[in-house]
């Protein structure tokens, strides 16, 4: 991981698929729900989201509902919380020229967003067009982060890209107490394909995959482009993220259909489950290990980051 390691239980909750050295303090008491891990042990942590068929979530599952399995071999579960956890988040809105219609309402739905953050959650605010600009970063105070909303105004191209690589490197700056456990997630928001990044979406991707962070992405679709059929770069890029990351992606015929999203997301980042396990592979090789997560509910799936890269060393 990229932050100091945290206590058992830290390591166990810290969100998306990562590794974590696990260690307590001598003579210190195991919290409930909490198994009595070894000093210095690799602990695997995800976020698992379940729905039912209609995509409700499904929010009372225990521990034996749920079965891990990592390259196709059974896990045990060492760590399982439904408590809800602080998040912190970058919030993306694209500014770009195309934009300019759907700003205001955008920018509306961005701030109901925000207004439903809990007492411990973080948020800073990105916009995006031929530049990326940090407009607020990691706070609580809605009203700065109302504020910064209402700055943004559409101009320029696209730098999707850029906007999604600095947000997860910022991520990783996020403030933390010394003490503190916090998911970590991405809500994107874009109506096109990018056209002035730096950074390619294979950068992009493969720092997602390393980090810690779900993304949830929000395709907009201007009419012209869903006139067209067949192969659209931009929805490929937004659903491909998501998927990798164990968030979700949402691509939206009317700007109208903004504030639900953003409330599904914020309903689905409150009704997560916190599952930890000590991978029974020993090798430290560095190498991608593919994640699966079934629950024992029928019509129920469960939905988290699809692997992670091993320790090495």
Do not use: C
Not at 127 to 135: E, H
Not at 161 to 185: C, F, G, H, M, Q
């Amino acid at each position: 991981m990229t932050r100091p390691a945290f206590a058992a239980l830290a390591a166990a909750a810290v969100g998306a698929a990562g590794w974590a050295t696990a260690t307590l303090p001598a003579g210190a008491q195991q919290p409930p729900q909490t198994p009595a891990f070894r000093a210095g042990v690799d602990v695997v942590s995800l976020n698992v989201t379940v729905t039912d068929l209609e995509m409700r979530f499904v929010t009372d599952l225990v521990t034996e509902d749920f079965s891990v399995y990592e390259d196709g071999v059974r896990q045990e579960i060492n760590f399982f919380t439904r408590t809800q956890l602080p998040i912190a988040l970058a919030l993306l809105i694209d500014t770009s020229a195309s934009m300019d219609e759907e700003m205001a309402t955008a920018q509306e739905a961005a701030i109901g967003f925000s207004q439903r953050l809990g007492p411990d959650d973080l948020a800073e605010i990105i916009d995006f067009d031929s530049r990326v600009d940090v407009l607020q970063g990691f706070t609580n105070d809605v009203d700065r982060l109302e504020s910064a909303i209402r700055r943004t105004s559409a101009g320029g191209s696209t730098s999707l890209y850029n906007a999604l690589y600095i947000s997860l490197k910022d991520l990783t700056r996020a403030p933390l107490r010394e003490a503190d456990v916090r998911r970590e997630a991405i809500i994107v928001l874009s109506d096109g394909e990018d056209t002035s990044s730096l950074v390619s979406f294979e950068e992009v991707l493969e720092l997602a995959k390393r980090s810690e962070t779900a993304i949830y992405s929000i395709g907009l679709q201007a009419e012209d482009r869903r006139s067209r059929t067949g192969f659209r770069e931009a929805d490929f890029v937004l659903r491909q993220l998501a998927q990798e990351t164990g968030g979700r992606a949402f691509f939206p015929h009317d700007v109208s259909e903004l504030p639900g999203i953003y409330r599904q997301i914020s309903d689905e980042l409150s009704s997560q489950y916190s599952v930890g396990y000590i991978s029974a592979n020993p090798l430290r090789n560095g190498q991608w290990r593919r994640v699966v997560v079934q629950v024992d509910r029928e019509g129920a799936t469960a939905r988290t980051k699809r692997g992670y890269y091993g320790p090495r060393g």
